[in-house]
Nanobody
Framework: QVQLVESGGGLVQTGGSLRLSCAAS????????MSWYRQTPGKQRELVAL???????DYADSVKGRFTISRDSAKSTVFLEMSTLKPEDTAVYYC??????????????WGQGIQVTVSS
C-alpha cells in the first residue's frame, strides 16, 4: 500500500521560509518521480516542482529561484525548501508520486495535502 505523508506546513510571514517533507512508503522510491503541487480554492491544482528519478528538476516559473526540491533516497523522502515566501504562495500543498509500470504506463499517488499560509 502506497502512502505519502506530508509535514512541515504552517503559517509564516512574507519573506520567511518553510520546508515541506513527504515521506513515501510502498513504492520503489529511486525509480519514482516525485513532485509537489499546490491548490487554492476555485483554482486547478498546479505543479510547483518536480524531481525526476534520473535527477532532472523542474520548477514553476513563479517559484524559480525561491523553492528547491530535493530527495533523500535512503529515507524515501522528498523535500520542498521554500524561501522568500509571498502571500500568493498560500495554498494547500500536495505531494505526488508517479510510479512507472511495465509497458510505459504510470500509477499516480497523492498525499493528503498540507496547508501553507503566508501572511502579509
Amino acid at each position: 500500500q502506497v502512502q505519502l505523508v506530508e509535514s512541515g506546513g504552517g503559517l509564516v510571514q512574507t519573506g520567511g521560509s518553510l520546508r515541506l517533507s513527504c515521506a513515501a512508503s510502498g513504492i520503489t522510491f529511486t525509480i519514482t518521480a516525485m513532485s509537489w503541487y499546490r491548490q487554492t480554492p476555485g483554482k486547478q491544482r498546479e505543479l510547483v516542482a518536480l524531481s525526476a528519478s534520473g535527477g532532472r528538476r523542474d520548477y514553476a516559473d513563479s517559484v524559480k529561484g525561491r523553492f528547491t526540491i530535493s530527495r533523500d533516497s535512503a529515507k524515501s523522502t522528498v523535500f520542498l525548501e521554500m524561501s522568500t515566501l509571498k502571500p500568493e504562495d498560500t495554498a494547500v500543498y500536495y505531494c505526488h508520486a508517479r510510479k512507472p509500470l511495465l509497458g510505459g504506463s504510470y500509477q499516480e499517488y497523492w498525499g493528503q495535502g498540507i496547508q501553507v499560509t503566508v501572511s502579509s
